[in-house]
């Protein structure tokens, strides 16, 4: 059976959500439906037309969008007309009003007129409360719809047609709130191009991007934002990569390198070739794995929707003993017990709290996503939140991951140049991993080997290269090479046990009994580590610890500089995972930082996996619960500033939502709680707890 994806507009509440999706569900030719209430689609499996799935939403109003078709239409109506029963009402509750100034509150037309605003503004609200009394489906239509009813058996005309009117205005904010919410990563649908120029046929063509292939050339012009993902041919400039990564400042970009759908091209001319389909793009992942992270259900959401189950039934049972209680045990007037009854329905309308985490929740994996971090779903922004301890990875994580030459000394200065040629050109015949950090240096330091001609080139089993250069033998290789020679230059030997101790490869260079010079070469450690532990550590963090497969001198040396906690080396993966839980068992909840590909075992054990340099990376995307898209550790206080402020607001919400509840049953002693106190109680609290979620959109 085929499975589709529709876009829903005008979703406004989780309550109505279920009740859409079993709607759809109930779809003759449906097998299946499900809701994302936060980012407001359905996927649905079956046959059925837009129409049909638009009549299971009509209690809402709901419009849906195919989202395979390429363009979707914004036809913009105005509020008047998309809201000309809420208007309508409003007219008459203003007439009705005039006639009661005239001729009294019991006059046949001031009746007729509130009457009148009741039904027109509350029609399909009363509909969809009736059904849901026969389905015994405790929803807020079904509360609203018995406290409007019983104020107009009572003869409270006047506030019946206001909580009418309230109620729809609540229901209207609470729609733009949640749409703003998920406009946020919508937005980020608007950031790649819809065409590409494109060669074809050895012509220049402006092709949709649905209909560009792998392996065809796009032509970026500077200032031209790239519509593929792709890999450069022709052509350098610096690219503006913020939209994917977080970056803020412009990366070079040359031949061979990755760019990605949604960048800017800044300076020159570049001819890239496509290597993903648009609908396997790095923003096409990015934007659905966050969409199906505001779909993943938080624990304080699950604990919320939990509570509202029993807390609208109990409403309604309170509400009852209210009405009945008071008249029948003591004596009360019926009438002014069943209205304060009714104000309490309307009060007791769990809106408000159920809201109150989801437009958190999408608010702040939106933010994350704008600002190069990737978060799986809210359980894992929540994880995050009560880290007590943080593992990395060094390789790539801490350290560049590259090897870079740090010192270089020879015992003849003028030297210096000609030996580091001499390096380089027995390195170029090597296979070792530090020979690329030597060749780099050369091409640094704008230095050539095509000049050095090599004869007799072998390598020394564990221990290093040899070759003859005009007629003379040269050495490069460890001090196992040099043992004599080393063990006479004291002054020599006391700077290569030095550049040891700091965690430095030293390769010594010379003939077959003269140490001519030594060369170090190191993984260099980011700017940014030292910085991020740091603020990690004020931060509240109580443990950092430092995991390699590194020898255990390299270890001490790079753990000691960024200022971990504790620093363990020689690590095999199994060693990692151990460690990993043994952090668990010492401090509950624990992050591993990591690649995601050779620490996977390390980063799935970890409460939360944290993996660096998502972009472009599947593998990262795939098996972290968080990727920071761009190669920056800064990333990661922002994000646990970010998780602590999203539970922080998520309580407040709570606790705002419950205590104003509560502030209006208490003024049920003393017969203070009427019908429009409660239903502006109700709104209020909504309102209140969506912009408090809403500011989580704006933390740096």
Known sequence: MKTKEYRIEGLSCPNCSKKFE?????????????????????????????????????????KIIDESQREVSH???????????????????????????????????????????????????????????????????????????????????????????????????????????????????????????????????????EDILVGDIMLIKPGQKIAMDGVIVKGHSSVNQGAITGESVPVEKNVADDVFAGTLNEEGML?????????????????????????????????????????????????????????????????????????????GCPCSLVISTPVSIVSAISNAAKNGVLIKGGIYLEEVGGLQAIAFDKTGTLTKGEPVVTDYIVVEDAKKDHYFEMIAALESYSGHPLASAIMKELKQKKLSVDHVKIEDFSSITGKGIKGKIEGVTYYVGSAKLFEVSLNQATDLKTTYEKLQAQGKTVMIFGEENQILGMIAVADEVRVTSQQVIKELHEAGIKHTIMLTGDNETTAQAIGQEVGVTEIKGDLMPQDKLDYIKSLKNSYQKVAMVGDGVNDAPALAAASVGIAMGGAGTDTALETADVALMGDDLEKLPFLIRLSRKTLGVIKQNITLSLAIKLIALLLIIPGWLTLWLAIVADMGATILVTLNGLRLMKIK
């Open 22 to 62: 079993k709607n759809v569900a109930n779809i003759a030719g449906i097998s299946e439906a499900s809701v994302n209430f936060a980012v407001g689609k359905i996927t649905v499996t079956g046959k059925a037309s837009i129409e049909e799935i638009e009549a299971a939403g009509a209690f809402e109003n709901l």
């Open 75 to 209: 036809e913009k109506t105005s509020k008047v007309k998309e809201n000309w029963t809420l208007t309508l009402a409003l007219m008459f509750i203003v007439g009705a009003l005039i006639s009661q100034s005239i001729n009294g509150e019991q006059a046949y037309l001031t009746i007729g007129l509130f009457l009148s605003a009741i039904v027109i503004g509350g029609f399909s609200l009363f509909i969809e409360g009736i059904k849901d009394l026969f389905k015994l489906n405790f929803s807020m239509q079904l509360l609203m719809t018995i406290a409007i009813i019983g104020a107009s058996t009572i003869g409270q005309w006047a506030e019946g047609s206001v909580v009418v009117i309230l109620f729809a205005i609540s229901e209207a904010l609470e729609k733009f709130s949640m749409d703003k919410a998920r406009q946020s990563i919508r937005s980020l649908m608007d950031i790649a191009p819809k065409e590409a120029l494109v060669v074809r046929d050895g012509k220049e063509v402006s092709i949709h991007v």
């Open 271 to 347: 001819e890239v070739k496509v290597t993903k389909l648009v609908k396997d793009s790095t923003i096409s992942k990015i934007i659905h794995l966050v969409e199906e992270a505001q779909g993943e259900r938080a624990p304080a959401q699950a604990f919320v929707d939990k509570f509202a189950k029993y807390y609208t039934p109990a409403i309604m049972l309170i509400s009852f003993l209210v009405v009945v209680i008071p008249p029948t045990l003591f004596n009360g007037d019926w009438n002014t017990w069943l209205y304060q009854g009714l104000s309490l329905l309307v009060v």
